[in-house]
């Protein structure tokens, strides 16, 4: 028996969007949205009506060195994984071989649909 999809977000986005690499994964069991803003701002919040921070609080100064180590080299994977995909080609753990962490998409899950968005 076929279980109906799960419905994990609803709603309008309160920006413009780049439908063709905006992307989302499931890794360990948690859900991954990555959107690729046409304006490169701070968003008071995603889905309209949801509620708002406030932007001004935000620290945009900090660099990819301040983070210790290990989440500095989960950042360089992501962002290289990420381009990987866009281009097509292999992920690191592909390259290295290795089986990828992130689990298979469950029944009813599917990737985002551009022409929905």
């Known amino acids: 028996a076929s279980k109906e999809p ?4 609803e709603g309008n986005l309160v920006e413009k969007i780049r439908a063709e690499e905006s992307t989302w994964s499931v890794e360990g069991g948690v859900v991954i949205v990555t ?4 304006k490169q701002t701070f968003w008071k919040t995603v889905i309209e009506g ?12 900090r ?8 989440t500095q ?19 690191s753990d592909e390259i290295l071989g290795q089986k990828s962490a992130v689990p298979p998409l469950p ?10 968005l």
């Open 6 to 9: 799960t419905t994990f977000l």
């Open 35 to 38: 959107l690729d803003k046409l």
């Open 50 to 61: 949801d509620e708002e921070i406030d932007t001004e609080q935000v620290d945009n100064r």
């Open 63 to 70: 660099h990819i060195g301040e983070y210790d180590d290990a």
């Open 73 to 91: 080299a989960k950042i360089r994977k992501i962002i290289f994984d990420q381009e990987q995909y866009h281009k097509g080609g292999p992920t």
């Open 107 to 116: 029944d009813g899950v599917e990737y985002i649909d551009k022409k929905k």
